[in-house]
């Protein structure tokens, strides 16, 4: 009788862990592929205008500070290779005091457009090496239109020889409306969670006590009230 009854104990206990799990499968919101460069580069929010002016700067202006979302050309492999991408992170490195770009690689998909392509991955390059390219944005071919020059289209026009890294600083990061929306969605689904879990516990507990005896239903409890610990934890 003991044996059997310490078994219906492991039994309760895991049914709880297994309900606690479940729920926080169901409820919790999808969550992105971690960024898989080693660096902690400052990020911003996605380009979602129709038609947005990446660079507006003439090419007789002085050259430009750095920003996520430029569009760039980059080094490739080959010397008379076009490699253009998306500048998606900036960071600053010390110990080598240089400024480190994240770039997506984009793809040429013909009509002077450029597409972001994530299964290409990204790559690191320093922004001294980088030129700034002058190019819209187009929704609805999802691409960048890259601009060049009227005299020779074989040639990309750019906003500027080079980048401009002296004196310059990444500007405070800013919590956009989606980020304060996102922690309001999490809180509500706490407690959307910690409410399913109190009421099964409730009515876990009676069944159990009624079917199995007290000792068993105040084992039930003490493991909902563990669930709803951890949750209130997260």
């Known amino acids: 009788k003991m044996k059997n009854s310490a078994v ?15 729920l926080l499968h169901h409820h919790s919101p999808p969550i992105s592929q971690k960024h898989k460069n080693p660096f902690k580069f400052q990020t911003s929010a996605k380009i979602n205008s129709s038609k947005t002016e990446i660079s507006t700067k003439s090419d007789t202006k002085p050259n430009p500070f750095p920003k996520i979302g ?9 010397s008379n290779e076009l490699s253009l991408g998306e500048i998606r992170g900036l960071q600053f490195i010390d110990f080598d005091k240089k400024w480190i770009a994240d770039i997506l690689p984009l793809k040429d998909i013909g009509e002077n457009q450029f597409s972001r392509t994530k299964s290409f991955g990204t790559i690191i390059e ?14 609805s071919s999802n691409a960048f239109q890259v601009r060049f020059q009227s005299d020779d289209p074989s040639k990309i026009r750019y906003s500027g020889e080079r980048y401009n890294l002296e004196n310059f600083k990444l500007p405070p990061a800013k919590i956009i409306e989606g980020e304060k929306l996102d922690s309001k969605v999490y809180e509500d689904l ?19 006590s009624l079917g199995f005896g007290f000792e ?7 493991g909902g009230l563990f669930a709803a610990a ?4 997260l």
């Open 8 to 22: 219906l104990k492991s039994l309760i206990l895991t049914s709880q862990i297994i309900f606690s799990s479940c």
């Open 70 to 78: 430029d569009i760039i050309e980059y080094p490739g492999k080959w």
């Open 126 to 139: 320093n922004v001294e090496d980088l030129k700034p390219v002058r190019a819209i944005y187009v929704s």
């Open 190 to 208: 706490k407690r959307r969670m910690l409410s399913d879990v109190l009421i099964f516990n409730i009515f876990g507990t009676v069944l159990m």
């Open 216 to 222: 068993n239903g105040a084992i039930f409890s003490l």
């Open 230 to 233: 951890y949750i209130v934890l």
